[in-house]
């Protein structure tokens, strides 16, 4: 078992920056992908980028491709994801995953955290 907690969400006016963390305890000594999802109101839930277990593969989603930036601890146990350039729409509760594989795939993540709440005023 793998337990994920988020933190560094909250409210913040549009072009400005937050950095989001997910720290990983339990099994952590297996090789776990991971990735930030985002779910806003009435909208189906994305994958906003992912990370694979070395840090030296990324996705990032089109929309925020220039402005967010993942990486991960040297530990490999803690991931951050940086946003910068915040929009009105990125407004969501942010979920971090953990997945055996990189993958895009939500189905595949087999751990989730509760969830971090982001809120970019205009």
């Known amino acids: 078992q793998v337990q994920l907690v988020e933190s560094g969400g909250g409210l913040v006016q549009a072009g400005g920056s937050l950095r989001l963390s997910c720290a990983a305890s339990g099994r952590t000594s297996s090789n776990y992908a991971m990735g930030w999802f985002r779910q806003a109101p009435g909208k189906e839930r994305e994958l906003v980028a992912a990370?694979?277990?070395?840090?030296?593969?990324?996705y990032y989603t089109d929309s925020v491709k220039g402005r967010f930036t993942l990486s991960r601890s040297n530990a490999k146990i803690t991931v951050y994801l940086q946003m910068n350039s915040l929009k009105p729409e990125d407004t969501a509760v942010y979920y971090c995953?953990?997945?055996?594989?990189?993958?895009?795939?939500?189905?595949?993540?087999?751990?989730w955290g509760q969830g971090t709440q982001v809120t970019v005023s205009s």
């Open positions: 990370i694979t277990w070395s840090g030296g593969n990324t």
């Open positions: 995953a953990a997945a055996p594989v990189f993958t895009t795939r939500a189905n595949q993540y087999d751990y």
